[in-house]
T-cell receptor, first 114, second 113 residues
């Protein structure tokens, strides 16, 4: 079945540091890939997505590229801010139509220190 | 901005009791979901709901679980006889048909004692 593996946290960085959160997946067919973010006390929010190989999703300075050859979708940001502190979830959806359930990773807690 | 709301934010119950978790999805959305996250583990898909019926469910969603959209605005998850291992954060979500773009509520923390 489908599965997502992402790096364990917490990840602690200083402000303006470069961020990478690794995500790899196992899936049949051609899944779509997502990063969701959860700020304290809030629900998960879609951060970015990519629907096919070599697509790059980007939003709020974050980027991730769909790499089929390495089955990866690593999240990167060039210069993080304190406000980026949150839990980040990598996810995939199946290649079927309709209300696919998303398969999530465990989440990576990111802490940015001033 | 429209949002998905969940009530209560925390629910404590005794093992064997029935609980109902409530959600109000975004009004023009068509698909509705329940997910859960046991502490320290992955966010797990439970069920999706479309056109007044379940469209997909996971192995976790056994006969103890049921969902309902009783009045066109609320979307509920019922656990008939709670077990200790049902303790988790339960997230409701809704979407229009754009794959993977779900809008989540902030969750209900269920503690079964």
């Amino acid at each position: 079945g489908n599965s997502v593996t992402q790096m364990e946290g917490p990840v602690t960085l200083s402000e303006e540091a470069f961020l990478t959160i690794n995500c790899t997946y196992t899936a049949t067919g051609y899944p779509s890939l997502f990063w969701y973010v959860q700020y304290p006390g809030e629900g998960l929010q879609l951060l970015l997505k990519a629907t096919k190989a070599d697509d790059k999703g980007s939003n709020k300075g974050f980027e991730a590229t769909y790499r089929k050859e390495t089955t990866s979708f690593h999240l990167e940001k060039g210069s993080v801010q304190v406000s980026d502190s949150a839990v980040y979830f990598c996810a995939l959806s199946g290649s079927g139509g309709g209300a696919d359930g998303l398969t999530f990773g465990k989440g990576t807690h990111l802490i940015i220190q001033p | 901005e429209p949002e998905v709301t969940q009530t209560p934010s925390h629910q404590v119950t005794q093992m064997g009791q029935e609980v109902i978790l409530r959600c109000v999805p975004i009004s023009n959305h068509l698909y509705f979901y329940w997910y859960r996250q046991i502490l320290g583990q992955k966010v797990e898909f439970l069920v999706s709901f479309y056109n007044n019926e379940i469209s997909e469910k996971s192995e976790i969603f056994d006969d103890q679980f049921s969902v309902e959209r009783p009045d066109g605005s609320n979307f509920t998850l019922k656990i008939r006889s709670t077990k200790l291992e049902d303790s988790a954060m339960y997230f409701c979500a809704s979407s229009v048909p754009e794959r993977g773009k779900l809008f989540f509520g902030s969750g209900t923390q269920l503690s079964v004692l």
